[in-house]
């Protein structure tokens, strides 16, 4: 059964660059179909898809944050990575990766989530 | 594509019928996934594809909908069902969910 863990900071400072990567375990990220996420959640609010990666490297972003999103995989590894800069307030959330198969399948594997603050 | 649930919180009892609606701004065909979150936890896949079970959820969970119109039906309330629910679009990128519903105890 795969297994998804965040890992990062929980505090990063103003216009710094939030970085966090995901552990994927009990599966290979290489395996062909499945689209890897990062995705946040203000408290109280929906959650809020950041983009995916296939294994290949393709990526797509949600537009509201392209300028300043880079998600990244390394298959070595088993692991994917979200890098988001100039941070402000705004970015505090929790923040989750998730795994992704065919768009008719949903999300059905999370990570358990890491609570990134931005603060100085 | 905006997903627009409704309503934002309800209150009912053990047992009762329960039932959530999420409307598409646009035509989604059947691309459409509920979500259930509990407090502190990652969101939990219900049902996929509009109306299809994910393995291991409860038959009380059902939904049904298509194109613009979604409803997520728990047959009869049980205490571990007193959660946030979620809808959430596939059918085109960006990726988009609903605001949520609150289910709490009457």
């Known amino acids: 059964q795969v297994q998804l863990q965040e890992s990062g900071p929980g505090v990063v400072k103003p216009s710094q660059t939030l970085s966090l990567t995901c552990t994927v375990s009990g599966g290979s990220i290489s395996s062909s179909g499945y689209y890897w996420s990062w995705i946040r959640q203000h408290p109280g609010k929906g959650p809020e898809w950041i983009g995916y990666?296939?294994?290949?490297?393709?990526?797509h972003y949600n537009p509201s944050l392209k300028s300043r999103v880079t998600i990244s995989v390394d298959t070595t590894q088993n692991q994917f990575s979200l890098n988001l800069s100039s941070v402000t307030a705004a970015d505090t959330a929790v923040y989750y990766c998730?795994?992704?198969?065919?768009?008719?399948?949903?999300?059905?594997?999370w990570g358990q989530g890491t609570l990134v603050t931005v603060s100085s | 594509i905006q997903m627009t649930q409704s309503p934002l919180s309800l209150s009912a009892s053990v047992g009762d019928r329960v039932t959530i609606t999420c409307r598409a701004s646009e035509s989604i065909s059947s691309y459409l996934h509920w979500y259930q979150q509990k407090p502190g936890k990652a969101p939990k896949l219900l049902i996929y594809?509009?109306?299809s079970l994910q393995s291991g959820v409860p038959s009380r969970f059902s939904g049904s909908g298509s194109r613009t119109d979604f409803t997520l039906t728990i047959s009869s309330l049980q205490p571990e069902d007193f959660a946030t629910y979620f809808c959430q679009q596939s059918y085109t990128l960006p990726r988009t969910f609903g605001g949520g519903t609150k289910v709490e105890i009457e």
């Open positions: 990666i296939y294994y290949t490297g393709s990526t």
């Open positions: 998730a795994r992704e198969g065919t768009r008719s399948s949903g999300w059905s594997t």
């Open positions: 594809s509009a109306s």
